[in-house]
């Protein structure tokens, strides 16, 4: 710029008036850099860069740190403490996903038979997550397990004949694999008032309705365990955690660096750190930071936001009498995030009831973002992809619409189809997370395809990820990092195999092909992280 000035100076045919005007703008323009703090800049290098303190980021400092302690790692979050959004107790419905009760991971084939591919591939990666989470007891990397994972039975609940229909199929085909075993099914209404009480009062004994029922289930809190990770973290050597520290921009380097340019918020400052690998957890933020980053692979992917609420009861001896996360099926028409369930859930030490979730609608890509968030993430590489589908998605738009306009009482009316005898004045709205939903074109969909699960993007050379998308994300954190770690770190995942069998018994084996080895791992993983039966019961009492 100062360059240019001074050639615009010396051309004799630009007024001077002009060349006056335009030195004026270019030193306020300095002046600004200056006081936002763009003239006080610092350089560090490190081997990983992590953006976001969320359950992911978390989850792979832990393990990069157990496979190559060496390793020098930073960690940049914009907020000023670990797991404030998605990854946040209050923000997610803090299931274990194991596909133990949510429906839409079995889908009925057109000749009615069950496809369980989904929901065996779910459960064997979180049976991944619960082994990492043990060694990490066991090591005494955390303490306390139960502050956050608690037993918790899962049961699935349906109403009107076809529904039971779709139920006792569901069971009878997932009862063949050893992952599933112990799961019991019943449409007689005193085995359904024992299993789940509260929901049974004041129904009609004559109407249709089934429940599954598995007590092998559990309740995650994820943001306690995000806080463990990176406090565990935080006092590791080779290991800077960064909070108040917003990602601003990336520049491939000449050496095959990544340089990240990073806003100091607390001093204003810029700084650039550049790092071998970088991985973007930052959850909702993921996909602009992605953008940002220029590789190929994030072109053509646009996201969606979509804001959750559920109801939270304030009865204490509501609360009491019901102890089960009881999944539902979405209604016709409803896109699978809306599935509807009644969960049991300790935070903080305390039970709680939520029921939900409530779809809203809000630019924001997080609950601390921007009105401007979705808008700025339209670019030329995406616009015909969003636009794309935002023309085949014009039933969610008015699902989307239908629920931002519904009133406590609609709420309460959807509430009372799980629990028929519910008050208005026990439940009050919780507001949750931010999820944006990942847009990309494919081969099935076509162009502009919205996608409902979890999405990992990695450049070409292995330099750089993302994690974007929804459920069960948290709960298959560990296998999700895995993965990253063989497309990104091919020359280290050979050195690092007896570790992570040390780490993972069933590394590079399925579960469901070995059930001897699942029996063994789970009477393990259940004892370390206190989810036995005894447990269980302790828990209810």
């Known amino acids: 710029m100062r360059k240019f000035s001074q050639r615009v100076n010396k051309a004799q045919s630009v007024p001077k008036k002009i060349v006056v005007l335009y030195r004026c703008v270019f030193l306020f323009c300095k002046f600004s850099e200056v006081r936002k703090g763009i003239m006080s800049s610092v350089q560090t290098k490190s081997d990983v860069i992590l953006i976001g303190a969320g359950i992911m980021s978390a989850t792979m400092g832990s393990l990069l740190k157990e496979l190559a302690p060496e390793w020098k790692i930073k960690v940049f979050e914009k907020l000023n403490s670990a797991g404030k959004e998605s990854s946040n107790e209050w923000n997610n419905a803090g299931t274990g996903h194991a596909a133990l009760c949510e429906l839409n991971y079995t889908t009925e084939k057109p000749d009615g038979t069950i496809d369980c591919t989904k929901a065996i591939n779910v459960n064997e990666q979180f049976q991944v997550s619960k082994q990492y989470w043990s060694y990490l007891v066991e090591q005494k990397r955390i303490s306390n397990a139960g502050d956050f994972i608690m037993p918790i039975p899962h049961m699935s609940m349906v109403q009107g004949e076809k529904n039971v229909d779709f139920l006792k199929k569901r069971l009878e085909a997932l009862s063949t694999n050893p992952l599933f075993q112990g799961m019991a099914f019943s449409d007689d209404p005193d085995v359904l008032r024992q299993w789940m009480p509260l929901m049974m009062e004041g129904r009609d004994r004559n109407e249709a309705i089934a429940a599954s029922k598995i007590d092998g289930g559990t309740d995650v809190n994820f943001g306690a365990l995000t806080r463990m990770l990176f406090n565990h973290l935080t006092g590791q050597k080779g290991v800077q955690i960064n909070y108040r520290h917003s990602v601003e921009d990336f520049t491939r380097t000449k050496d095959g660096l990544w340089e990240v340019k990073v806003r100091n918020e607390e001093r204003n400052t810029i700084e650039y750190h550049q790092a071998k690998f970088v991985f973007i957890g930052g959850g909702g933020g993921s996909l602009p930071l992605l ?82 968030d979705l808008m700025g993430s339209v670019k030329p590489s995406n616009v015909f992809t969003m636009l794309a589908a935002g023309a085949k998605e014009i039933p969610l738009t008015k699902y989307l619409i239908s629920q931002v306009m519904l009133s406590h009482e609609k709420r309460m009316n959807d509430l009372r189809e799980f629990v028929p005898t519910a008050k208005s004045e026990d439940w009050e709205v919780v507001v949750a997370g931010q999820r944006v939903q990942v847009i990309k074109d494919t081969e099935m969909g076509g162009k502009g395809t919205l996608q409902f699960g979890t999405e990992v993007v990695t450049a070409e050379d292995g330099s750089i990820a993302a994690l974007l998308g929804a459920s069960p994300g948290a709960s298959t954190a560990v296998q999700v990092m895995i993965e990253i770690f063989k497309r990104c770190f091919p020359e280290q995942i050979a050195d690092w195999e007896p570790k992570l069998k040390e780490m993972v018994p069933s590394y590079g084996l399925m579960l469901s092909d070995h059930p001897e080895l699942f029996d063994e791992i789970k009477e393990k993983t259940d004892r370390v992280l206190g989810l036995t039966v005894a447990e269980q019961n302790q828990a209810v009492q």
């Not at 049991?344 to 030490?349: V, W």
């Open 291 to 372: 953008q940002k980053t220029g590789i190929k692979e994030s072109k053509n992917i646009g996201g969606f936001p979509v804001s959750g609420l559920f109801l939270s009861c304030k009865n204490k001896e509501v609360v009491e009498r019901h102890h089960a996360k009881v999944y539902g099926k979405a209604k016709v028409g409803a896109p699978p995030m809306s599935v509807p369930h009644l969960d049991t859930r300790y935070m903080n030490g305390e039970k709680a009831l939520l029921f939900g979730p409530f779809a809203g609608f809000s630019p924001k890509f997080l609950k601390a973002g921007s009105n401007l």
